[in-house]
Every structure is written in structure tokens, then in C-alpha cells.
């Protein structure tokens, strides 16, 4: 019988009256490597990559960790949003700051004493619960962990560093970093109502604080990609750089889309009997957002993103349309988390055009304080669509207050429009840095 020989020429042989051909050669794949995968190909990428996810996803569990544990010590929601906003508010304030000192004397030197601050006013908190401390404790600890840096955006300017000059490459890195909070957010809540459901209320918090450290100090430990630290005198504030006012007044829209639909969402929920499904619900709609993004980072961008700004918006506002329509119209919950899912397609395209725009208008020294000013924006909108959210539930109803979401993206769609047409035709998506 013919045996193989180590050549790759096929081999010819006769069965019966049939001519057969084999080919012993080895088989090899002409086809280019994904986006994704030339994208975690480049040196030292995985590795802060892991670190960053690991520390990235606690952010989607402290929030629902405390609220677990402060109402089910207290047995008051009113205690336990007071103290979860305090957070919010001190995050707003400390983190630009946090940032700045990021920038100035490098990542590593700042990220890794400030996660730790954060991480002791965690177990601070979970302490002054467990052990039954006055009130003003609860609010002044959970303050602490304002100094948590924001990782997300420390991982963007790694990736702008790394990929300096290549706009394709950095918007697909920037797609899935959107991806990645998509998923954090997704998976977070879910992973804290699951450990202080099955072991203990404190549960939650501790993994998280553990986690943040963690991933934290993995992050930091890979220098290789580090960007730089430029020593120069004082880099302009970014919050002055043309063109970046109106950005963050569409971060500030964006975060009242956000927090409003979370608000409504769990009323709605809760009116239909159904309080418990509200979680699921609202996962649908960051999965859409994470498979969409993944989606976009894949594809070319064409034309500036000043250009594609508008469009995005305008496309994330006629989807909001859906969830309204589905909650008036059926009163179905499970239409609504079917109308979320296809109303998150538009969040991450949104969001990383946003990202893209902030980054190119943000001076160059500066560009964790420009990414964080983004976030501070989005975090102060979801404050306000929060309140405004819940006023109209309680006073209005329900599906009324999914109205909130298509406002807040129709505003964001005024601002991107109007900052378009005042900006000059030949700097559309020029760079500052």
C-alpha cells in the first residue's frame, strides 16, 4: 500500500475504477487575523488587559454590594441610596483630581496608593455596618473610595500610547474598552447579588474590594506600557481645550439616558410584580451594548468622528423610542427587555465616537484627566436622570418615566449637532496632541 512521503505534492492512487487524490500536505490558513486578535497581539497588551478587567469589574458590584448591605443592616433604601450617592458625589469631585496626578507623576506611582485608599474605605464601610456604627460613618467611608482611579480610563491611554498614529487600531481598541464596561456593568451586579444572596450581605463588598486591589496591582505592574510621564511645566486643563465643553455636555446627557433607565426600568418592573426580574432586564441591554461595540470596533470608521457623532446620537435617540413604546403600548416586561436589547445596540458606537472625540480634543500630558472628565460627566448625569427618573414614577407612572431617556438623548443629539455646525470645517478630527 502507498504510504505518505513528507512532501505537500498530492498523492495519486486507483480504487475500483476511480482515480483518488490525497494530500498530505499541511494545512495552513491564509486568512488574516481578526481586528481583536492583532489588537491583544501587541507586546505586553494581555497582560494589562487582565489586570485591567479584573480591576474594572467591582465597579459594577460596590454600588448594589452596599445598597445590599446598608438596607439589610438598617432595613432603610433611604440610608442606603444616601450613602451610595454620597459616593457618587465625592467621585465626582475627587476623581478629576485623582486623574491629574496621574498624568503628572505617572500611573503606577498614583493608581496603586489611591486603589488602596479606596479599597480600606470599602472595608471601612463593611466594618461600620457589620459592627453596627453611627450613620455618619457609613457616609464618610463609602466617600473614601472616591479616590478609586479610573481604570478605564488609565487602559484608554495606554492603548493611545501603544497605538499612536494608527486611528483604525485605536478604534478598535476603543470599541472594546467600551465592550468591556459594557460587560463589567453586566456581569457585576449580578456576581454581587449572587455573593450577598449566598453567603453573606458583606460578602459582595469584600470580593470586590479584594478584586479592585488585585487587578490593580497587576495593571500597574506592567511598565512596559506605561505611557510616558512628559515632565513639562503645567499641561492645559483639558476641560478648556477647544471643542471639549460641548463633548462633555453629551457625556452629561448620555449619564441622565443611563441613570434614568435604570430608575425606570426597576419601577416598571416592580409596578408589573416583577421587581427581582429588574436586573435581567437591564443586562440585556448592556449585552446589546457589549455585542454592538465588539461589532463596531471590527468594522472601518468612515469619515471624522465630529461627523459621526450626530448620527450615532441620533440613532441611540430613535431606539429609546422602543422601550417607550413597549412599556405605553403592551406593559409587557418582556417586550421591554427585547426593546432594550435592540435600544443598547446604539449605546457603545455612541460612546466610543464620544471616547475618540475626547481623547483627539484633550492637550497632550493630560489624558487621563480628559478621560476622567468624560466619566465625571456621564457620573453627574446619571445622578440627575436618577432623580428625575424616580420623580416622574412617583408622581406621574411608571412608563411615564420612560420618557426621561429619549429627552435626555434628543438634548445630547442638540448639543452634537450644534457643536458640529460651530466648529471649523478643516479641524473636524484634527488631533491636539
Known amino acids: ?235 492645559r486643563s483639558p476641560f478648556r481645550a477647544p471643542g471639549m465643553p460641548p463633548l462633555l455636555a453629551v457625556c452629561l446627557a448620555m449619564g441622565a439616558v443611563f441613570g434614568s433607565m435604570e430608575v425606570v426600568t426597576i419601577a416598571f418592573a416592580d409596578a408589573q410584580g416583577h421587581r427581582s426580574a429588574a436586573g435581567l432586564v437591564l443586562a440585556l441591554q448592556a449585552a446589546g451594548s457589549c455585542g454592538a461595540g465588539l461589532l463596531y470596533g471590527a468594522l472601518e470608521p468612515s469619515g471624522p468622528a465630529d461627523a459621526r457623532l450626530p448620527w450615532c446620537i441620533a440613532a441611540m435617540t430613535t431606539l429609546l423610542t422602543l422601550p417607550l413604546l413597549a412599556a405605553a403600548l403592551t406593559g409587557s416586561l418582556l417586550l421591554l427587555a427585547g426593546a432594550l436589547l435592540v435600544a443598547g445596540m446604539a449605546t457603545a458606537p455612541t460612546m466610543v465616537t464620544t471616547m475618540t472625540l475626547v481623547q483627539r480634543r484633550t492637550p497632550e500630558g493630560s489624558l487621563n484627566e480628559g478621560m476622567t472628565l468624560a466619566v465625571t460627566g456621564l457620573l453627574g448625569g446619571i445622578a440627575c436622570g436618577s432623580a428625575t427618573g424616580g420623580r416622574l414614577v412617583d408622581h406621574v407612572a411608571p412608563t411615564a418615566g420612560f420618557g426621561v431617556p429619549v429627552t435626555a438623548a434628543a438634548a445630547a443629539l442638540l448639543i452634537a449637532l450644534a457643536h458640529q455646525i460651530l466648529m471649523a470645517p478643516d479641524s473636524n478630527s484634527r488631533p491636539i496632541h
Not at 505534492?9 to 486507483?14: E, G, I, R
Not at 488587559?49 to 445590599?68: H, I, K
Not at 473614601?144 to 478598535?172: E, V
Open 1 to 235: 500500500m502507498p504510504q505518505p512521503t513528507p512532501h505537500t505534492a498530492p498523492l495519486f492512487t486507483v480504487t475500483a475504477d476511480t482515480l483518488v487524490a490525497v494530500d498530505f500536505g499541511p494545512r495552513t490558513r491564509d486568512r488574516p487575523p481578526g481586528p481583536y486578535r492583532r489588537l491583544l497581539a501587541t507586546r505586553g497588551a494581555r497582560a494589562f488587559t487582565f489586570g485591567n478587567l479584573l480591576a474594572r469589574l467591582p465597579m459594577g458590584m460596590f454600588s448594589v454590594s452596599a445598597v445590599v448591605m446598608v438596607s439589610g443592616a438598617r432595613g432603610s433604601y433611604a440610608l442606603a441610596g444616601a450613602v451610595t450617592a454620597t459616593g457618587l458625589a465625592a467621585t465626582a469631585v475627587v476623581a478629576p483630581w485623582t486623574a491629574r496626578l496621574v498624568d503628572r507623576y505617572g500611573q503606577a506611582r498614583i493608581a496603586v496608593p489611591a486603589t488602596v485608599i479606596a479599597a480600606l474605605g470599602s472595608l471601612a464601610l463593611l466594618l461600620c455596618v457589620h459592627f453596627g456604627a453611627p450613620a455618619w460613618t457609613l457616609f464618610a467611608s463609602y466617600a473614601a473610595t472616591a479616590t478609586t482611579p479610573n481604570i478605564g480610563g488609565m487602559s484608554r491611554a495606554r492603548w493611545a500610547h501603544l497605538l499612536k498614529g494608527d486611528d483604525g487600531a485605536l478604534h478598535t481598541a476603543n470599541s472594546f474598552e467600551q465592550a468591556a464596561d459594557e460587560l463589567c456593568f453586566m456581569l457585576g451586579p449580578v456576581l454581587a447579588a449572587f455573593l450577598c444572596g449566598t453567603f453573606f450581605p458583606e460578602a459582595g463588598t469584600l470580593v470586590g474590594a479584594v478584586l479592585l486591589l488585585a487587578g490593580m496591582l497587576v495593571f500597574a505592574a506592567q511598565r512596559s506600557t506605561e505611557p510616558p510621564v512628559r515632565r513639562q511645566a503645567r499641561a
